[in-house]
């Protein structure tokens, strides 16, 4: 029995169908959800992408499903780009891919890559041009949706950091095709205005269709041109928008923008009180130095007063004198010793004669310390008047007599300059004869 050549076998049937189906649809674009997924350990992805009334077989081999930048989920929605074959083993019609990417977010990933490489490369997110945010704002605003849960949390973060701060809320849409127009409007009345020390960008987290508003081009360049410092707090932690890049900080959220903006008022208060007493000791050593230089001053003039000075010479010149009595009281022991040998020899010859010479020769020796005291004491006398005068030159006392005041304020210190004193200060002036009280009308300076 002979075999008919139309009859063809499940092999070359199913060679025909993929040559078919590969001629036909060489690369197609489909979008749909992940389901049945299996990730094996040879590293490929199988699943199947459905829609509401179909399914088509899918395979990702390795090494491109090492390329994908998410990680594929059950019920995610995926648009996938391949060529329609026939896996002829079992007949199943499937899809080989060469790239997948999440359904909505591919697209407005690569308008987001090429805006950022964009603006990076005309230097918009430079560091340089940046501002450095003030260590203690007064009044900031908040650029957000007056409905979220955004504003709630900052300002709770700002009440219990620094109560002190003006919060104001900017109520701006935060999603949408008109937000970005109207977040670029309100920033720039915001920084005009020139009331705020800080403009705060904020807004929860999303998908990147969600925060695309945050990724405007124009809204970007606002944003650097901006003289008001500006803080991007958009999305969560992992999410980044073009408007992080362009501010001048970005928080990874909303109340950590509060955070970063804000001291403590706690550790203000803690490093408030060190200072207080690191002061408190300063101002303790400087009075307690001042006092000591006031006591050795005092010293010093007590030590320089015309007074001082004739009581030492006083005092030297009884010393002197007690020296002097010393003296003539040996001289005259001694002379008397002399007369009693001269007054036994003469009796002993000429009692007469001798007798009378010895009393001319007392005289004569009595005469003779009282003009030695006097000649002492009138050169003493000499030099303390000469001391005196000297005194006198350099005393106070003689320049205020000399028609002189001295100014003095009113717990004794001496007034040397015009900044000692200012309008409305009481001084005392010393005059030769008494003391005025003076109070300060107008303090001018000589050029």
């Not at 594929?72 to 995926?78: D, S």
């Not at 990874?252 to 509060?258: I, L, V, W, Y």
């Amino acid at each position: 029995m002979t075999r008919d050549d139309r009859i063809l076998t499940p092999a070359q049937l199913n060679t025909l169908a993929r040559d078919l189906l590969e001629g036909s649809f060489p690369n197609v674009l489909v979008e749909g959800e992940i389901g049945n997924l299996a990730r094996p350990s040879s590293g490929h992805v199988y699943f199947t992408l459905k829609d509401a009334r179909a399914q088509v077989r899918c395979a990702l081999f390795k090494p491109k499903s090492q390329w994908l930048k998410f990680i594929p989920r059950e019920g995610m929605q995926v648009v996938v780009r391949g060529r329609l074959t026939v896996y002829e083993a079992r007949g199943d019609y499937q899809m080989v891919l060469d790239t997948m990417e999440e359904a909505g977010e591919g697209a407005l990933r690569r308008a987001y890559d090429a805006l950022l490489a964009k603006l990076q490369a005309e230097g918009v997110f430079a560091a340089e041009r940046k501002r450095s945010l003030p260590a203690f704002p007064h009044r900031i605003a908040v650029l957000t949706s007056p409905s979220g849960a955004v504003i709630r949390d900052i300002i709770s973060v700002l009440r219990r950091r620094f109560p002190l701060l003006d919060v104001e809320l900017l109520p701006v849409p935060v999603q949408g095709d008109v937000a970005a127009a109207q977040i670029r409007d309100m920033l720039l009345r915001a920084d005009a205005s020139g009331r705020y020390d800080v403009l705060v960008l904020a807004r929860g987290g999303g998908s990147l269709e969600d925060l695309w508003a945050f990724n405007d081009e124009a809204l970007a360049r606002t944003i650097a041109a901006c003289t008001t410092p500006v803080v991007s707090a958009i999305g969560h932690e992992t999410d980044f928008s073009l408007s992080d890049f362009a501010a001048d900080l970005r928080a990874p959220t909303p109340s950590a923008a509060a955070e970063l903006l804000t001291p403590d008022a706690t550790t203000l208060a803690t490093h408030a009180r060190t200072l207080h007493r690191q002061l408190q000791a300063r101002q303790t050593h400087v009075l307690q130095q001042g006092m000591q230089r006031a006591d050795r001053a005092f010293l010093r003039l007590q030590a320089c007063r015309p007074q001082a000075h004739l009581k030492a010479q006083a005092l030297r010149a009884q010393q002197l004198r007690m020296q002097l009595d010393a003296v003539l009281v040996r001289q005259l022991a001694l002379h008397a010793a002399t007369l009693r040998h001269a007054n036994g020899v003469l009796r002993a010859r000429h009692p007469q004669q001798h007798i009378a010479h010895l009393r001319e020769r007392l005289v004569q020796l009595q005469q003779r310390p009282q003009a030695l005291i006097a000649q002492r004491l009138q050169r003493e006398a000499l030099h303390l008047r000469g001391l005196a005068r000297s005194l006198h030159a350099i005393s106070p006392l003689a320049t205020v007599a000399r028609g002189y005041s001295i100014l003095q304020q009113e717990h004794g210190r001496i007034v040397r300059k015009a900044d000692d004193t200012q309008p409305g200060d009481t001084l005392h002036a010393r005059i030769s004869d008494g003391q005025l009280r003076l109070q300060v009308l107008d303090v001018r300076y000589t050029t």
